[in-house]
């Protein structure tokens, strides 16, 4: 039971003292950011501006591709 008890601790330890998930949650906030910036440039309305010239351009390349695909 103190060998459980020890391993425990000393797991609890090396967690506490870990900073790779310090990090890897500062990544999920820029990237959180990032998603949030491009959503408020680009709108989420597709009627004008650039959501319906990125909506156009996708569109046409999907006709293209779906066409090479097919022949």
Known sequence: ????YI???EAFK?????KDGVVSFEYVIVAAC???AVSAAF?????NGIGKVLTTS???IS???TTAVSA
Do not use: F, P, W
């Not at 090396?14 to 870990?18: H, I, P, V």
């Not at 709108?43 to 009627?47: C, D, E, H, P, S």
């Open 1 to 4: 039971m103190l060998k459980l």
């Open 7 to 9: 391993q425990t601790t």
């Open 14 to 18: 090396r967690l506490a003292s870990d």
């Open 34 to 36: 990032i998603v949030a």
């Open 43 to 47: 709108g989420t309305a597709n009627a």
């Open 58 to 60: 996708i569109g046409t």
């Open 63 to 65: 006709a293209a591709v």
